[in-house]
């Protein structure tokens, strides 16, 4: 499978971006869809979850703010953010994971949240 990640840039802190990643090669209704982000010096964090069935799950600091959603027609993901804070800034990686547990990621798109 293939990822490729969009939407990132550049925006002022309360703004809001969406973010899309968009699958090939592989069943995409069947897989389940994370987003990821790594600040510099800072471990990877799950930001949201999304199941294959639509079940979402949020990392505690985005709860609330960003919303995960899937268009299976469309074999994509997007992550909305919203109310963004300087803390945001990091490299957001979408990942899939098949019905078989392989697991795949996109290349990463830059967020940078301007105080």
């Known amino acids: 499978a293939q990822l490729v990640a969009s939407g990132g840039g550049l925006v002022q802190a309360g703004g809001s971006l969406r973010l899309s990643c968009a699958a090939s090669?592989?069943?995409?209704?069947?897989?389940?869809i994370g987003w990821y982000r790594q600040a510099p010096g800072k471990p990877r964090e799950l930001v949201a979850r999304?199941?294959?069935?639509?079940?979402?799950n949020y990392g505690d600091s985005v709860r609330g703010l960003f919303t995960i959603s899937r268009d299976n027609a469309k074999n994509t993901g997007y992550l909305q953010m919203s109310s963004l804070k300087p803390d945001d800034t990091a490299v957001y990686y979408c990942?899939?994971?098949?019905?078989?547990?392989?697991?795949?990621w996109g290349q990463g798109t830059q967020v940078t949240v301007s105080s």
């Open positions: 090669g592989t069943t995409f209704s069947n897989s389940a």
């Open positions: 990942r899939l994971t098949t019905i078989d547990s392989y697991l795949y």
């Open positions: 999304i199941s294959s069935g639509g079940l979402t």
